[in-house]
C-alpha cells in the first residue's frame, strides 16, 4: 500500500509551538483522510525549527465505494414529488428506481446507488490546501509580495516550500500537486540552512530522512534531545563537573537547532558570589544555556554549556567566545540586581507611615522593599485592593491560625510581614520565577530568624501536586493563611473556576491546603475562616480527588463525606479507617445487613409508615431481636465513645460486633408482623442499627 510523504518547511518555527504543531498537523491530516474514505497502517509526525513533517503509511491507493439507499415517496404519490426524488437521487427515470413495499405504508420507490471512490492522490490535493490555510498557530503572519492580498496565507513564520509525495515501495513515488497561494507540492526540500544549502529531492520518507542527516538535519526532535543530553554530561563529566539538568531548557534547545553542537563555556568566579538560582534564571532565559556543578555540591562552577547550529571549522572557539560575552554581561546586570536590593532606597522618609504600620524597621533593606510596596499602594487585585491591604489580612488570620498550629505567634507575624517584600527587589523583577527564594535570601542576610527566612520562601508552597510543603509551623501557618486568604478574597468577589478556567489558581490553592491539613496532621474547622458554604463544597471536591489520587474509594469517600464537614483531617482518617473496615470480613457481612435494614426501613418511611423514635423493650419477643437490641446499645455507645476521641479503628471494630445479631435478626424474625405495635417497634430497632453505624459513616452510599 502506498505511502505518504508531507513536509512544510518554513522559516525559524518558535520552540515552544513545534511540538504541538507537528501533533495538530498529524490530526488534522489523519482525521481528513478518514473522513474522506480513507484508511492508513500508521501515521508518526516530525518537527524541526525549519520545518513539520508527517509520515503516513499504508494508506488506501483510493477509497472505497460507497452505498447509498435513498428512500423517496409511494409509488402512489403525485408526479411532482416524484420528480423531485429523481433529481435528487440522480436518476433519469422512475425505471432505475427500485419499489419496495411496507405492512403498513404500502410500496415507495428507493434509489440504490454506488458513489466510487476516488484516488487517494485528489483527495490529498483538496484536503491539504485548507489544512495549511486554516492551520491552528496561537500566532501568525502574512508574508511576501501576496501578503496585501485579501484572504492572503497566515503562516507562523513564512512559509517556504511544500513536500507531498505518495505511491508505494515498488514502484515510483509521484508529487501530489497542490497549490497554496503561489507555493506548490513538489519534492525538493533544502537542509541545513549553513552546511547545505542545495535542494534535495526526495521520493519517500526512508530516503528523506537519510538525506537530511546527511545534509547536517537531524529529524526527529527526541534523538535531538537524547544527543543534546548525552554531549552535554559528556563533556561535563570529562572537565570533572556534572550537568543541572532542565528537562524544559532541554525541549526548548532541541527546538532551537537541527544539527545540535554541545561546547562549554566559562565566566569570572566572582560571578559565583549571586546566589546560584539568579546565575541558573540569567544563562538559562537570556543564553538559553545549562549549568554546571562540581559533583554534589549545593552551588555552581563557573562553566556552563551552550548548543550550537553550527559545526564551526575552529571548534567552536568564537560561539563559546561570542556566548561567553553575553553572559558576563547578563551576569554583570544580575550581580547589580543582587547588590542594589541590598542597599537603602533613596526615598526612605515617604516610608515611615508604611513602616509605622507593619512594625517595619528601616534600617533594613527587605523592610524597605516592604514598606515601598505598601506606600506604593501596588493592586494585587481591582476589587480585592493593594498588597498591603492583602498582607493586613493575611497578618490577621495568621495570628489565629498559630492558635491551630502552634507555632510562634511574633516569628509567624514577623513572617508574613516580610513575604511579599521581594516583590519590590530588582532580581524578582527581573525573574519573577525567584518570588520567594530572593526574599529568604535577603532575610537572611539582614540577620532575620532562620524560621522566618525559611517560611518567606516556603509560604508559596506547595505549588503543585508534587512541590514539597513548608518545611515548619511556621511556614506551614503562613502558608495557610496566604492561600486562605486567596480563596475566601476571590470567593467572596465571585471570581471562582469555572469548567478548564481557573485564572487564579484557586484550585491549587485548595489542594494546598489540603495537603498541608493532612499531611501535617493539622485540625482546622474551615467554617471559622471559609463561611461561604460554596467555598466547603469546593474543599470538599479537591479533597476527593486527593484521596482518590491516594487510591480511596469514591462510594467510601462520599459515605464519610457530609455537607457540614469542615475538619478535613477528621474526613480523611475516617475514610482510612472505612477503608480498612469495610474490606474486612466482618465489615462485609455488616455492610449488607446493614444495607438490608435500611433498605427495608427506606421502603417503609416511603410507603409513610409511621416508625418509633425509639424502642421498646417490653414488645421484644423474639431472643433473635432481644439480642440484637442488646448489641446496638453496647455499639452505639461504645462507637460514640470512640468516635468523640477521634478513634475511628474502634468504632468500627465496635460496630463489628453487629455482625453476628444482624445476620441472626434476619434470619429468625419477620419485621413485618401482624401486629402493628411490634412491626412499628421492630422497624424502630432498624432504624437504631442506621443511627448506630452512622455515628461512623453513610453505609447506605457505599458500594456492595
Known amino acids: 500500500m502506498p505511502d505518504l510523504l508531507l513536509e512544510l518547511r518554513s522559516e525559524e518555527i518558535p520552540a515552544r509551538m513545534q511540538r504541538k504543531a507537528a501533533g495538530d498537523l498529524k490530526k488534522l491530516v489523519t482525521d481528513a483522510l478518514v473522513e474522506a474514505g480513507l484508511t492508513y497502517e500508521g ?29 423517496g415517496p409511494a409509488t402512489s404519490a403525485p408526479e411532482q414529488a416524484i420528480q423531485g426524488f429523481l433529481r435528487k437521487a440522480g436518476l433519469a427515470s422512475v425505471t432505475e428506481a427500485h419499489v419496495h413495499s411496507d405492512p403498513k405504508k ?6 440504490h446507488t454506488v458513489k466510487p471512490g476516488r484516488p487517494a492522490d485528489e483527495i490529498i490535493a483538496e484536503v491539504m490546501p485548507g489544512i495549511i490555510r486554516n492551520f491552528p ?15 492572503a496565507l497566515r503562516w507562523v513564520r513564512p512559509l517556504q516550500s511544500i513536500v507531498c509525495t505518495f505511491g508505494s515501495e515498488t514502484e515510483e513515488t509521484r508529487v501530489v500537486p497542490f497549490e497554496v497561494d503561489g507555493l506548490v507540492a513538489g519534492n525538493v526540500t533544502y537542509g541545513h540552512r549553513f552546511h547545505a544549502p542545495d535542494a534535495i529531492t526526495v521520493r519517500r520518507f526512508e530516503d528523506y530522512s537519510a538525506n537530511l542527516e546527511k545534509a547536517k538535519v537531524v529529524l526527529d526532535a527526541e534523538r535531538r534531545k537524547q544527543i543534546i543530553a548525552t554531549d552535554a554530561n559528556n563533556i561535563a563529566f570529562a572537565n570533572g563537573l556534572e550537568l543541572v539538568e532542565d528537562e524544559g531548557l532541554l525541549e526548548e534547545v532541541s527546538g532551537l537547532v537541527e544539527w545540535p553542537q554541545v561546547l562549554m563555556g566559562t565566566f569570572e568566579e566572582e560571578f559565583l558570589a549571586i546566589p546560584s538560582e539568579i546565575i541558573r534564571l540569567t544563562i538559562k532565559t537570556n543564553q538559553k544555556c545549562f549549568v554546571t556543578r562540581k559533583p554534589g555540591a549545593d552551588t555552581l562552577s563557573n562553566h556552563f554549556i551552550l548548543v550550537s547550529n553550527i559545526e564551526a571549522k575552529d571548534g567552536g572557539k568564537e560561539i563559546v567566545h561570542g556566548n ?31 513602616a509605622e504600620k507593619f512594625g517595619l524597621d528601616l534600617a533594613k533593606p527587605l523592610d524597605q522593599r516592604m514598606a515601598k510596596l505598601d506606600a506604593l499602594n501596588v493592586t494585587f487585585h481591582a476589587k480585592l485592593g493593594t498588597q498591603g491591604a492583602r498582607v493586613e489580612r493575611i497578618r490577621k488570620l495568621a495570628a489565629e491560625l498559630a492558635k491551630v498550629t502552634g507555632a510562634d505567634a511574633a516569628l509567624v507575624d514577623r513572617a ?19 518570588q520567594g527564594i530572593m526574599g529568604r535570601k535577603y532575610a537572611a542576610l539582614q540577620g532575620e530568624d532562620a524560621a522566618v527566612a525559611e517560611a518567606i520562601e516556603d509560604h508559596w508552597k506547595p505549588n503543585g501536586p ?51 491539613l493532612l499531611e501535617k496532621n493539622i485540625r482546622l474547622p474551615l467554617a471559622s475562616v471559609a463561611k461561604d458554604a460554596d467555598l466547603i463544597a469546593f474543599f470538599h471536591d479537591r479533597l476527593k480527588v486527593y484521596l482518590r489520587d491516594l487510591g480511596a474509594r469514591h462510594d467510601l469517600i462520599d459515605a464519610v463525606l457530609t455537607p457540614e464537614a469542615d475538619d478535613l483531617l477528621m474526613v480523611a482518617r475516617r475514610v482510612e479507617a472505612l477503608t480498612a473496615f469495610i474490606t474486612s470480613e466482618d465489615g462485609q457481612n455488616l455492610l449488607a445487613g446493614t444495607k438490608r435494614a ?42 460514640a465513645a470512640a468516635v468523640a476521641r477521634e478513634d475511628f479503628r474502634s468504632a468500627m471494630e465496635a460496630l463489628s460486633a453487629l455482625r453476628a445479631p444482624v445476620d441472626q435478626f434476619f434470619t429468625d424474625v419477620l419485621v413485618n408482623d401482624e401486629d402493628p405495635a411490634i412491626r412499628a417497634n421492630r422497624l424502630a430497632l432498624l432504624a437504631a442499627i442506621r443511627a448506630a453505624t452512622g455515628t461512623v459513616a453513610d453505609f447506605s452510599k457505599i458500594a456492595g
Do not use: C
Not at 57 to 71: M, T, W
Not at 106 to 111: E, H, L, N, Q, W
Not at 137 to 151: D, E, F, I, N
Not at 325 to 354: E, G, I, M, N, Y
Open 466 to 516: 508534587s512541590d514539597r510543603l513548608p518545611g515548619d509551623k511556621i511556614g506551614v501557618t503562613v502558608a495557610l493563611a496566604d492561600k486562605l486568604d486567596t480563596l475566601t478574597g476571590f470567593w467572596a468577589i465571585d471570581e471562582k473556576p469555572t469548567g478548564s478556567k481557573d485564572p487564579y489558581a484557586l484550585r491549587r490553592a485548595a489542594l494546598g491546603v489540603i495537603r498541608m
Open 324 to 354: 561567553g560575552k553575553v553572559v558576563r554581561a547578563r551576569l554583570s546586570d544580575a550581580k547589580h540586581f543582587w547588590q542594589r536590593d541590598q542597599r537603602d532606597l533613596p526615598d526612605l522618609d515617604t516610608l515611615k507611615a508604611s
Open 137 to 151: 498557530w496561537p500566532k501568525s503572519m502574512r508574508s511576501g509580495a501576496a501578503s496585501a492580498r485579501p484572504g
Open 416 to 434: 508574613v510581614v516580610l513575604a511579599k517584600a521581594d516583590l519590590r527587589t530588582e532580581a524578582v523583577g527581573e525573574f519573577p520565577e525567584l
Open 43 to 71: 501515521a508518526r509526525e516530525y518537527w524541526t525549527p525549519r520545518r513539520l513533517t508527517l509520515d503516513i503509511r499504508g494508506l488506501n491507493a483510493r477509497s472505497s465505494d460507497v452505498r447509498e439507499d435513498i428512500k
Open 598 to 639: 435500611t433498605q427495608l426501613l427506606a421502603a417503609e418511611e416511603k410507603k409513610g409508615t409511621v416508625v418509633e423514635g425509639a424502642v421498646s423493650a417490653d414488645l421484644l419477643k423474639l431472643e433473635a431481636e432481644k439480642a440484637l437490641y442488646a448489641a446496638v446499645e453496647t455499639a452505639s455507645k461504645e462507637a
Open 106 to 111: 404500502g410500496d415507495f420507490y428507493v434509489a
